[in-house]
């Protein structure tokens, strides 16, 4: 079972919507979440990454939370545009010290459609 | 800006052949990543490197070797190629082994093999 689970897998919403994707996980320990943005053939992006103690997260229209009591992380993305049609991908890592063990959810595909 | 270059962005191979996926990064990057990305899975690690002529087992080696001659280049191998290993491939590159580091990540190759 995967440790990084994100709801939904699929997503359409039209363009100037708000939307919210679900990303949980059981990783532990844990030391960030980062969230990237996967245009469709293209290697993903990153678009914010929080630490234990930051609860949220900005870039642009883009906002990422993290309860990690819950072990739960949105991204918020408002007033969609076309752009944001991709795949959004949420990353747990549970050490500080190596980025070789990045644990990597399945993704959500986002459809913004005019 | 980052970039990461993979030599091929389609690739259509035999069983058995032996092919060659090659990545090259223009940050002076120390570290460097093979992944594989198939639908309804998370990215997963293949092999990665921290320094030239060094490489490390990710969590999926069997199948693959690769090499690290050159800093900026990192090539992925695949012995004898088999129907299962078509898949996307993902090069990644970062500055330092700190888990906060972004990883970079090429355009892909997408492999068929028949």
């Known amino acids: 079972k995967n440790q990084v689970e994100q709801s939904p897998q699929s997503l359409i919403i039209l363009e100037g919507k708000n939307c919210t994707l679900q990303?949980?996980?059981?990783?532990?320990?844990?030391?960030?979440l980062r969230w990237y943005k996967q245009d469709t053939g293209r290697g993903p992006v990153s678009l914010t990454i929080m630490t234990f103690s930051e609860n949220t997260k900005s870039n642009g229209r883009y906002t990422a939370t993290l309860d990690a009591d819950t072990k739960q992380s949105s991204l918020h993305i408002t007033a969609s545009q076309l752009s944001d049609s991709a795949s959004y991908i949420c990353v747990v890592t549970p050490t500080a010290y190596n980025n070789n063990d990045m644990r990597f959810g399945a993704g959500t595909r986002l459809t913004v459609k005019p | 800006d980052v970039k990461v270059t993979q030599s091929s962005r389609y690739l259509v191979k035999r069983t058995g052949e032996k092919v060659f996926l090659e990545c090259v990064q223009d940050?002076?990057?120390?570290?460097m990543f093979w992944y594989r990305q198939d639908p309804g899975l998370g990215l997963r690690l293949i092999y990665f490197?921290?320094?030239?002529?060094?490489?490390e087992k990710g969590d999926i080696p069997e199948g693959y070797s690769v090499s690290r001659e050159k800093k900026e280049r990192f090539s992925l191998i695949l012995e004898s190629a088999s129907t299962n290993q078509t898949s996307m491939y993902l090069c990644a590159s970062s500055s330092r082994r700190q888990s906060q580091e972004t990883q970079y990540f090429g355009p892909g190759t997408r492999l068929l093999v028949l």
């Open positions: 940050m002076d990057h120390e570290n």
């Open positions: 990303c949980n996980y059981t990783v532990s320990p844990f030391s960030n």
């Open positions: 490197s921290y320094d030239v002529k060094m490489k």
